[in-house]
């Protein structure tokens, strides 16, 4: 059973562009729903999260969206740079247990 | 500041070996997890561990065991080393309130023919 959906699998945005990655997820339990960048031959490392008081965190060019209703959450990079290549994994996880529910991943390429 | 150390980075197994793959944490973090990374799969979690001498078993438990004797090591064991195992292995850890904040270490690559 699936429990983090996320979309698109791949994703090739301009340089300037804005990147969009959505996630769902099914259970109510979760509270805490972060993103992990990942560069190749390298472990995921902790780029922004959200928990489901509020509906929106920035931090940069990087921004959560988090509809609490709909069960969905999604992470959008503002003028995308060819930096910002590497894959993202959205994940989920509940105040009781240390350990995080994890999307497929989406593999971002921001071209020149 | 070492943060999640995960030895060896790369290891070739014959199907049906045995090994250990180490993972050591400086943090003084409490919780210490395994996941495995396969194409198109995401992570998944395998065992994870609350605090020394508690483990528990996550999403895909099955040719691995664990052992936590210490705060600092958290080794996965494969007893009998199958195709199927092929896979990058992830360990992460946490602490206390941010339970859910993990690092990651760099993982291990196995490939076993």
């Known amino acids: 059973q699936q429990q983090v959906k996320q979309s698109p699998q791949s994703l090739i945005v301009q340089k300037g562009g804005i990147s969009i990655i959505n996630c769902a997820y099914e259970?109510?339990?979760?509270?805490?729903f972060p993103w992990y960048q990942q560069f190749p031959g390298k472990g995921p490392a902790l780029l922004i999260a959200?928990?489901?008081?509020?509906s929106e965190k920035k931090e940069g060019r990087f921004t959560i969206s988090f509809n609490k209703s709909a069960k969905q959450f999604s992470l959008h990079i503002m003028d995308s740079q060819p930096g910002d290549s590497a894959t993202y994994f959205c994940?989920?996880?509940?105040?009781?247990?240390?350990?995080?529910?994890f999307g497929k991943g989406t593999m971002l390429l921001v071209s020149p | 500041n070492a943060g999640v150390t995960q030895t060896p980075k790369f290891q070739v197994l014959k199907t049906g070996q045995s090994m250990t793959l180490q993972c050591a944490q400086d943090?003084?973090?409490?919780?210490m997890s395994w996941y495995r990374q396969d194409p198109g799969m995401g992570l998944r979690l395998i065992h994870y561990?609350?605090?020394?001498?508690?483990?528990d078993q996550g999403e895909v438990p099955n040719g691995y065991n664990v052992s936590r004797s210490t705060t600092e090591d958290f080794p996965l064991r494969l007893l009998s080393a199958a195709p199927s195992q092929t896979s990058v292995y992830f360990c992460?850890?946490?602490?206390?309130?941010?339970?859910?904040?993990?690092?990651f270490g760099a993982g291990t690559r196995l490939s076993v023919l």
């Open positions: 259970n109510t339990a979760f509270d805490y």
């Open positions: 994940a989920a996880g509940s105040a009781g247990y240390s350990t995080l529910t």
């Open positions: 992460a850890s946490s602490k206390g309130v941010a339970k859910n904040i993990q690092y």
């Open positions: 959200i928990r489901p008081d509020v």
């Open positions: 943090m003084n973090h409490e919780y």
């Open positions: 561990s609350v605090g020394a001498g508690i483990t």
